[in-house]
């Protein structure tokens, strides 16, 4: 089975900076997109930032100027390095991977990391 695994995840004080990675495990396909959500307890998941294996890459308007997602040259492994935090970043980020052979693509979910930025 295909396993997401995050890390970096941790407290940071507002204007701070974390870098967190997930690594794409029992593989077998070519992973098309990839990409990192966030979540608030009682809140909606909401995306933070997505790469494509074409190298584009997409971010959340709140996000933009202040994160980077960047991915390997294997495309099994995706970052996430955030700067200049803010409390309202806080929450459980939860890797995405896209894939999976032709007309049989899949979504894939990683456990989460806690962020949590203090004021």
């Known amino acids: 089975q295909v396993q997401l695994v995050e890390s970096g995840g941790g407290l940071v004080q507002a204007g701070g900076s974390l870098r967190l990675s997930c690594t794409a495990s029992g593989v077998s396909f070519r992973i098309n997109t990839m990409g990192w959500y966030r979540q608030a307890q009682g809140k909606e998941r909401e995306l933070v930032a997505t790469v494509t294996g074409g190298g584009g890459s997409n971010y959340a308007y709140s996000v933009k100027g202040r994160f980077t997602i960047t991915e390997d040259n294997g495309k099994n492994t995706v970052y996430l390095q955030m700067n200049s935090l803010k409390p309202e970043d806080t929450g459980v980020y939860y890797c995405?991977?896209?894939?999976?052979?032709?007309?049989?693509?899949?979504?894939?979910w990683g456990q989460g990391t806690q962020v949590t930025v203090s004021s």
């Open positions: 995405n991977a896209i894939g999976g052979p032709y007309g049989n693509y899949r979504s894939y």
